[in-house]
């Protein structure tokens, strides 16, 4: 069965905190994702991994960064969190970027920066 | 990027087949058509897809004309625990956003 495990479920974080969202696959897809999703705005794509150690900015890169050090796992890194940042955030992944396969997503990391 | 139109809501008697419309009458010949739903505070979960086959799966059943222009979702015998946005979604070839619109809200009555 596929799998797109997010280690945190629920955050609340500080203004200014250094904040490391982690997303694991376990279905050696080359493709990983990470969008947030807000009320009104659908979601939105941050960064996506196409391979080990590189990355492409999404739409909304502002504030944000990412590490992909091994295949299985991308992260997600709020440098500076601000108050702008709570947000749902979505980790995905896809064998490939060709469209017929399936992107899968993870259950969602809920942030709350106060 | 193909622009989907969705009905806001629905409702649906329980045990009863849910038919989801959506129209997507911009999409283009190597454009895929998916299926996602998203049940409150959890993420999109993948239900089907397809480019100009039926297609059917044990979740679902997927009606794309022979156009293309439109499609239908079906969940032949909806449960409670069918109760959700469903968002049908055009995808680029070779393309890595998913733009999800607002969806149907179907809610399933016993």
């Known amino acids: 069965d596929v799998k797109v495990t997010q280690s945190s479920r629920y955050l609340v974080k500080r203004t200014g905190e250094k904040v490391f969202l982690e997303c694991v696959q376990d279905m050696d897809h080359e493709n990983m994702f990470w969008y947030r999703q807000d009320p009104g705005l659908g979601l939105r794509l941050i960064y996506f991994?196409?391979?080990?150690?590189?990355?492409e900015k999404g739409d909304i890169p502002e504030g944000y960064s990412v590490s992909r050090e091994k295949k299985e796992r991308f992260s997600l890194i709020l440098e500076s969190a601000s108050t702008n940042q709570t947000s749902m955030y979505l980790c995905a992944s896809s064998l490939s970027q060709e469209s017929g396969n399936t992107i899968y997503f993870g259950e969602g990391s809920w942030l709350t920066v106060v | 990027d193909a622009k989907t139109t969705q009905p806001p809501s629905m409702d649906c008697a329980e045990g009863r087949a849910a038919n989801l419309p959506c129209n997507h009458s911009t999409i283009s010949g190597n454009e895929y058509v998916y299926w996602y739903r998203q049940i409150h505070s959890q993420g999109p979960q993948y239900i089907i897809h397809g480019l100009k086959n039926n297609e059917t799966n044990e979740m679902a059943s997927l009606i794309i004309t022979e156009d293309r222009k439109s499609s239908t979702l079906i969940l032949p015998h909806a449960t409670l625990r069918d109760t959700a946005v469903y968002y049908c979604?055009?995808?680029?070839?070779?393309?890595?956003?998913?733009?999800f619109g607002a969806g149907t809200i179907l809610r399933v009555k016993s």
């Open positions: 979604i055009v995808r680029v070839e070779y393309g890595n956003k998913l733009v």
């Open positions: 991994s196409y391979d080990v150690k590189m990355k």
